[in-house]
């Protein structure tokens, strides 16, 4: 029998399982497959190195964690997996989705990276893809369910307020950061966000030439303080907003713009003081000097001027003043540079054969000539002091510093 034929013979009388080869002269036996496979839920079928290492994978942690509060709006969105994740794999998803990138891909974590950063009070949603087509790492493991993390934004803090709206001339004081401070570029949009959420340290100083009065009413890093009211509504006059003296999201986001194109106040700073002493004066300064004074009006007993402080919030040229006299007649009088600081309470031209003593209905009223150069200056947001008649404005100037 030749060699060939004892070949074919071995190997029909195994049946596939054991195989005969005769190489160079001497026989070797190989262990051959079943012809017929195992099923595949068979345990005993051998499995790969790939499906050996791909096990289930889990999110380790994410942070922000789920239900944060009064989390920074440029804050890095951080996940961290039990696997390396696949290049190939689905990424999470934001909501409100915002311009950046996600980092890490490849490794066990990933990082979100705002290019600018999410608004003030967002309520934020980080969706992780699960199930059959969701996240899966570089060994084929599935994230099995989809997870759901939430967390809120904070909102901008006060101080940072302050500091832009003194940086852009609207307050009658200079604010400077503390050595080592680091204080983002006004081009530097996603670093001005920052600084919002997170302001620098710094000290504001007052600019000198002011009467001591108007110190009373700073409160830095409070919406509560007069001065900052007065700041934010000349802001919003003069960036065509609602004069209402609340920085909500829409002044916010005006004033950010402001810092980045350097649109300072061009109507500089006023405070203006009427005193009731006699005679009845009224006082204005203007970006730190006294710029106006003159003999004024108040109201009368039956309709006095209110004491105390406000800030102009609306303006006219020309007006017909319309109201009743304390003994119930009406009236309709034409008057001129009408500057509102009070509800019914304006400076304003009045004619009068004199001034200097209580005439008004609860005006500041003032000669034709003299109320048309105290007009411009009194610009929306500006204060107006309203003394009793035994104060007397200080002409001390402030104190340079806070």
């Not at 595949?40 to 290492?53: F, Q």
């Not at 001339?169 to 919002?196: E, F, I, K």
């Not at 002011?210 to 509504?233: H, N, Q």
């Amino acid at each position: 029998m030749s060699s060939a034929t004892q070949f074919r013979t071995r190997i029909g009388a195994v049946g596939g399982a054991i195989v005969f080869l005769l190489v160079a002269g001497v026989w070797i036996a190989l262990t051959q497959a079943s012809a017929q496979p195992k099923s595949a839920a068979d345990p005993s079928r051998s499995k790969s190195v790939t499906e050996l290492a791909a096990g289930p994978l889990q999110v380790v942690s994410v942070t922000p964690a789920d239900h944060s509060a009064n989390v920074s709006g440029v804050t890095p969105i951080r996940l961290q997996f039990s696997e390396s994740i696949a290049s190939t794999s689905p990424l999470p998803t934001l909501r409100p989705g915002i311009a950046g990138t996600w980092q890490g891909v490849g490794s066990k974590s990933l990082e979100f990276v705002p290019a600018v950063g999410f608004k003030q009070s967002a309520h934020v949603t980080v969706t992780i893809p699960g199930g059959a087509l969701g996240m899966r790492s570089t060994g084929g493991g599935l994230l099995a369910v989809t997870t759901r993390v939430r967390f809120r934004i904070g909102t901008y803090q006060t101080i940072r307020l302050d500091q832009l709206l003194a940086q852009l001339g609207y307050l009658p004081l200079t604010w400077t950061a503390s050595p080592g401070a680091s204080v983002p570029p006004a081009s530097d949009a996603a670093g001005q966000l920052a600084a919002a959420f997170s302001p620098p340290q710094g000290q504001f100083s007052w600019q000198p030439g002011y009467p001591t009065e108007l110190r009373r009413f700073w409160r830095g890093g409070s919406t509560a303080g007069l001065i900052l009211k007065g700041a934010v509504m000349a802001f919003e006059a003069n960036h065509g907003l609602t004069i209402d003296g609340i920085a909500g999201p829409e002044v916010w986001s005006a004033l950010l713009k402001a810092v980045a194109a350097d649109d300072a106040n061009k109507d500089g700073y006023t405070y203006a003081i009427a005193s009731e002493a006699n005679p009845e004066t009224l006082r204005i300064w203007h970006n730190g000097r006294k710029v106006f004074e003159s003999l004024a009006n108040t109201g009368i007993p039956q309709s006095p001027t209110t004491i105390g402080t406000a800030p102009v919030y609306l303006k006219y040229y020309f007006q017909i003043m319309k109201g009743k006299n304390p003994d119930g007649t009406k009236y309709a009088d034409p008057v001129y540079y009408v500057s509102y600081f009070r509800n019914g309470e304006a400076v304003h031209y009045y004619p009068r054969a004199s001034y200097g003593f209580p005439q008004s209905l609860g005006c500041v009223e003032l000669p034709f000539a003299e109320a048309k150069v105290a007009w411009p200056y009194l610009t929306y947001g500006s204060l107006v002091t309203v003394l009793p008649g035994a104060q007397t404005p200080s002409t001390s100037p402030t104190d340079p510093t806070t």
